[in-house]
């Protein structure tokens, strides 16, 4: 499954993690629903690729202990 | 199915329906029934005859006492948010009431199924509180809305940290320093004139930071190193294509990432040693009862 991030951009340039998305249609799904907020309006948002290390993957040093 | 990632992961098995659900006793389809048939109720005709609110604070203590009386075991209040509503969703009350019940932490020594039918049953529980305190501030005269897992359109651990219930942990859950991450929720939107409780930070997220207990309990690998950061607060997004071979996709309720944050040590030391001590002789990473 893809996994993408919505960011939300605020007016001072500061990027808050909406949430984890599995397709590209969720994601924008989420991001028309935002844009349509009028308390939002000054926001920008971004749907960028989950970078693979943010995820969890299995760390075979800490299996073992 | 509503959630679009466990509806791709089942029929990518063949299935049409989640094991898990699929599964359950009929003890838990008679508490998810009870949250359903309460549904209707939780908004109804408000009494013309408002009480006047001349005291907001002595309003606020009468309400809290209420949910106390009705079976809550934490009461919080808040002024209703934009990021607290579910998107597409409008609640249009200036007031939102979190009522949580606490889970009895001595189930976990007794298996999944012991686990998930106390996890059901205070989700029935909140339901009734919320239905009943939502109906109490309808007869003053003012509108309620009850909100539960039978129906609702607020946010949980948005509302749950403002009203300084807790903080959100590594493991996606709210935490409370008395009752860890194990607890649940029902809520009350109103426009009742309340005062508002303030968040409370006592450490949680800087812990962790470093703790990783449920990271290394998880046999899904699915709660994350690193986090992201949301309006300022850590996030540990969980994946959940990882979670739900271990949670929907056996029949067994997985529950563990809770079960095993040692918030809950201070107030169930010797339980929680004892469950601890389960899970290292089965090699934490696992379901534990294989």
Redesign the interface.
Known sequence: MEKLYVNAIGPDGNVSTVGLFYSQAEAQKIVDLLRANPDRASYRYEIVEAVRHVLSEKDPVRARS | MAD??LA?MVHATGATESRHYAAVKPTIQDYRASWVKLAPFRDGPVNSQRETVNDPAAMTARIKARATELGADMVGICRLQ?HMID??SEVAHEFVIACCVAEDYEKVTQGPDAVEEEAMRTYAKCTEVATALAASVREMGYPAIAHHNGASEVQAIPIFYQVGLGELGRHGSLINEKFGASFRPGFVTTDLPLVEDQPREFGVQDFCMNCNVC??NCPG??????H?????IK?W??????CYPYSRLREEYCHLCVDACPYIVKSHPETYKAFMKERKQVGY?TPKTY
């Open positions: 679009p990632v791709e934009p998107l597409g990271q290394r690998d699915a709660i994350p190193q690193d992201v950061i949301t309006h300022g996030r997004l969980i994946d959940l294509e990882k990473k």
